[in-house]
């Protein structure tokens, strides 16, 4: 009785340190993601003031589209890229936070 006891102490204490290894990757990337998206949005804003300035220069309709169109392709392009750099940074959390489940199930099928 007292080796059943030990043995589901011992299962409670590595389910914890489990636990605890994916909390600390959650709260990596709940460090990461609001610095990027900050600094995605100040870039974006400096873009568009910059935009801005250029449409109030601007000598003709042509130009004035050109510089529309330009300022759409580089917004919709990095929006893209910064979408992906996030999805990869929560893909890899899902990953390191899966790996200790994935360990305690196999230490636990071993164990049979």
Not at 58 to 81: N, W
Not at 89 to 94: G, R
Request: glycine content about 6%; proline content about 2%.
């Amino acid at each position: 009785m007292i080796n059943n006891l030990e043995t589901y102490q011992k299962l409670g204490q590595q389910n914890v340190d489990e636990a605890l290894k994916m909390f600390g990757e959650w709260n990596k990337v709940g460090a990461r993601s609001p610095s990027k998206l900050t600094d995605f949005t100040r870039r974006s804003f400096e873009d568009g003031a910059a935009t801005v300035e250029k449409l109030l220069r601007a000598k003709s309709l042509d130009q004035t589209v050109e510089i529309q169109s330009d300022f759409a392709k580089r917004t919709f392009d990095g929006y893209i890229h910064e979408l992906s750099k996030v999805g990869g940074i929560y893909a890899q959390l899902l990953k390191d936070s899966y790996e200790p489940i994935e360990q305690a199930l196999q230490n636990s099928a071993q164990r049979k």
